[in-house]
Every structure is written in structure tokens, then in C-alpha cells.
């Protein structure tokens, strides 16, 4: 039997008051970063660079770890929601359709791209407008990134293991903001011009969405 409209009115003000809560403590940390010493080389969004002087001191940044686990947190599944929504309006099991799927994954980059434009204004006005092409590069890189955690945690959903899910999107962000060797494996380049974290988004993205569709295929719903 179909929810009732004030039910759905409840879940709604829930989700508004958690996205609020969330965004309050994620606007902290980045109120912290912009309002020190923002680096107009550098979306908020991107790894510290290994190999570069400013954060070589640094064995962890904060700011990409919670840009990433945020901006994953924030979806608050709705994104997923949408996917496995039960259609009220058929009454016989059926498998999903394809289209389904490509309209999920346009809510998905929607999303990422609402999370991530307001940063790359903020980020602009903190450097007064003088950031280049770096933070450009940042914003795309800091997308696929978001994109790919976003499909991790919809594989997860769909098997019932959330918690599996955002574990591996914790030890990811951990890997992508701390660790030396993955940092560097990102901003190396193939065959001097091809930046590898192009490549490396890219193969995961056309690789989880493969998943996500087996699975997706092998689900029914009302």
C-alpha cells in the first residue's frame, strides 16, 4: 500500500534537517580552508600533491577527505532512491529497464556538479579570481571522483551492504587524501601530456557502472 502524503512529508523534513546538518559541519571545514591560506593552484576537492612543497609536511588533508566523504554523505542515497523506486502503477515483476539507468546516472553527475559549482564560486572568490587552469583541473578531477563513490555506494545498496559500501568510499578518500603513493600515481602523467587520474576515473567509472547494471538488471520490482 502506498505511503501516505504526510509520511513522505516526515521523511522529507528528515532528510532536509540531515543534509543540514551535514552541510553545516562540511561548510566548517571548508570555511576553514578558504578562510587560511587557499592555494589558487588548487580545488578544494583535490589531493594535495605529493611532490609539492606545500604539502609534503602533510600526511593527511582534511579538506579533500571531507570534500569527498561528503559530498558522498550529502546524496543522502537519493540519488539510489530514484533507481530502485517501486512503480505503484504495475502490478506485475518485471525487470528494470536500461532507461531507468541513464537517468539515474544524469541524477548522478546533476548531483555532483550542484555539490561542486558552489566550491569552485567560493574557491574563485577566496583567490580573488586568480586561480588557472589547475583548479579547473581539480574541479573535473574532484567530479570523477565524487561520480566513482557514488557507484560504489549504489553497488553496495543494491547488494545490502551499506556498510561495506561506505567503508570502501572511507578507505578510498583516505588513499586519495593521504596516502603518498596514490597521490602520486594520480597526478602522473602517461606519455607526458595524459594526467593518469584521468585514466584512472574513467576505467573505474565505465567499470562500476558495468557492475551496476548486472546488478541492476537482475533486480525487480513492483
Given at each position: 500500500?502506498?505511503?501516505?502524503?504526510?509520511?513522505?512529508?516526515?521523511?522529507?523534513?528528515?532528510?532536509?534537517?540531515?543534509?543540514?546538518?551535514?552541510?553545516?559541519?562540511?561548510?566548517?571545514?571548508?570555511?576553514a580552508y578558504v578562510l587560511g591560506v587557499p592555494d589558487a593552484d588548487r580545488f578544494p576537492g583535490m589531493m594535495p600533491r605529493a611532490d609539492a612543497t606545500p604539502y609534503t609536511a602533510l600526511p593527511f588533508d582534511m579538506t579533500s577527505f571531507a570534500f569527498l566523504m561528503f559530498g558522498v554523505l550529502l546524496s543522502l542515497e537519493q540519488p539510489s532512491d530514484y533507481l530502485l523506486a517501486d512503480n505503484w502503477m504495475v502490478y506485475i515483476r518485471r525487470r528494470r529497464g536500461l532507461g531507468r539507468f541513464m537517468r539515474y546516472l544524469a541524477v548522478v553527475l546533476a548531483y555532483a556538479l550542484a555539490f561542486l559549482f558552489p566550491q569552485l564560486a567560493i574557491t574563485w572568490w577566496a583567490v580573488r579570481g586568480s586561480f588557472n587552469g589547475h583548479v579547473l583541473e581539480g574541479f573535473v578531477?574532484?567530479?570523477?571522483?565524487?561520480?566513482?563513490?557514488?557507484?560504489?555506494?549504489?553497488?553496495?545498496?543494491?547488494?545490502?551492504?551499506?556498510?561495506?559500501?561506505?567503508?570502501?568510499?572511507?578507505?578510498?578518500?583516505?588513499?586519495?587524501?593521504?596516502?603518498?603513493?596514490?597521490?602520486?600515481?594520480?597526478?602522473?602523467?602517461?606519455?607526458?601530456?595524459?594526467p593518469n587520474w584521468s585514466i584512472i576515473i574513467v576505467v573505474s567509472v565505465v567499470g562500476l557502472t558495468g557492475v551496476n547494471v548486472t546488478i541492476f538488471n537482475h533486480k525487480e520490482l513492483l
Open positions: 500500500m502506498r505511503r501516505p502524503w504526510f509520511d513522505l512529508g516526515a521523511q522529507l523534513r528528515d532528510r532536509l534537517a540531515l543534509r543540514v546538518a551535514l552541510g553545516s559541519i562540511y561548510i566548517c571545514i571548508l570555511l578531477c574532484s567530479t570523477g571522483m565524487v561520480i566513482v563513490l557514488l557507484l560504489v555506494a549504489n553497488i553496495a545498496r543494491m547488494l545490502d551492504g551499506r556498510a561495506v559500501g561506505y567503508l570502501i568510499c572511507l578507505v578510498v578518500a583516505y588513499g586519495y587524501s593521504g596516502v603518498g603513493d596514490v597521490q602520486h600515481a594520480f597526478v602522473g602523467h602517461t606519455l607526458g601530456v595524459v
